[in-house]
């Protein structure tokens, strides 16, 4: 009785217990055994015998499920404690991305063009030489056709060189008026801390009765001040370009760099409007075309184009 009370109190897990009601308990327990010894008892003597061994037996069980009671809570409390949390500890901040930088001016260039009243249209990034050139009044003799410049299929296919074809694509495809913005990926042979092979660029064509410089100059102001702030001025040069006539560079003025060239652009040239059977005598209108990159750059302020394509999260992750 001594041996099973000081093992039933020193047990420590309910599978413990179990064996213990097993050893004293079962079919072949130490208390059963005591029972059948009862054989070898003087009749006198057995019906003291077998009460005792019956109390003896009743106490083991009693001792046995209160310990089982014990250890359930027991073993409660241990899991609850294991299940704890400390709601009160900072949790473990998870990285979230974001947006390119280029994608991000991409996105603000259509908003602000949007919010003017202009449609973005895509066009294809592979294209033949006539929508790339011809239509766009690029004579062979261009340097912008030189081999050195572009990436070329064959004769006739190669990868745009710029989003100009867009327009063209367009004005086949409908009548005046129209008012675009053609975002999209250019590719040209070079790359140097300026250039990428694969870069990006933002193409404009508005056409309508009786549009003039002012309504371009106007236009791109509005541009300017929605995407390096209030106040911000441009100025126009004079330039070339095949498809416009006449032609302007335009420069904004940001503080801290000064006068810097960001887009070309121009009244559509009369040839032009003639290429895709427009009358130019009844429509006129302006285009421009500029680098996302290049604007991408100059409002965060990066002065190696390369980074941008690097992939470096460090580098990223501070724009
Ligand atoms: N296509 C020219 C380029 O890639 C940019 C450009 C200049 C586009 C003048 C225009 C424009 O639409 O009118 O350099």
Redesign the pocket.
């Known amino acids: 009785m001594k041996e099973a009370r000081e093992k039933i109190e020193s047990v420590k897990s309910t599978e413990e217990l179990n064996e213990i009601r097993v050893e004293f308990l079962g079919k072949k327990g130490r208390v059963s055994l005591l029972m059948k010894k009862i054989k070898e008892i003087s009749p006198e003597e057995r019906k003291e015998y077998g009460k005792s061994v019956n109390k003896l037996k009743r106490t083991i069980e009693d001792l046995i499920s209160k310990k089982a009671e014990e250890l359930k809570i027991l073993e409660k409390k241990k899991m609850f404690e294991r299940m704890w949390v400390d709601v009160t500890i900072p949790g473990a901040r998870r990285k979230t991305g974001h947006e390119h930088p280029v994608m991000r001016i991409w996105r603000e260039m259509e908003d602000i063009f949007v919010s003017m009243g202009y449609e973005v249209v895509e066009g294809p990034e592979i294209e033949d030489t006539w929508h790339n050139f011809d239509a766009l009044n690029t004579p062979e003799w261009h340097p912008a056709r030189d081999e050195h410049d572009s990436f070329y299929f064959s004769d006739e296919l190669l990868l745009r060189?710029?989003t100009?074809p867009v327009?063209i694509r367009t004005m086949l495809s409908r009548k005046p008026p129209i008012a675009i913005v053609s975002p999209g990926k250019v590719y040209r042979r070079d790359y140097d801390a300026t250039h990428l092979p694969v870069f990006h660029?933002l193409?404009?064509l508005y056409v309508d009765r009786k549009v003039n410089v002012g309504h371009l100059k106007f236009t791109l102001s509005e541009f300017a001040r929605k995407m390096f702030g209030e106040g911000t001025e441009i100025r126009l040069r004079p330039s070339f370009?095949p498809?416009?006539e006449p032609?302007f560079e335009v420069d904004v003025y940001l503080e801290g760099y000064g006068w810097l060239e960001i887009l070309?652009?121009?009244m559509v040239d009369p040839e032009v409007f003639k290429n895709v059977g427009y009358d130019p005598e009844e429509w006129s209108g302006f285009?421009?075309?500029m680098g996302i990159d290049r604007i991408a750059m100059l409002k965060y302020r990066i002065t190696d184009i390369r980074e941008l394509v690097k992939n470096d999260a460090r580098f990223l992750s501070s724009y």
């Open positions: 060189t710029h100009s327009q660029q193409e404009g370009f498809f416009t032609s070309g652009a121009g285009a421009f075309g």
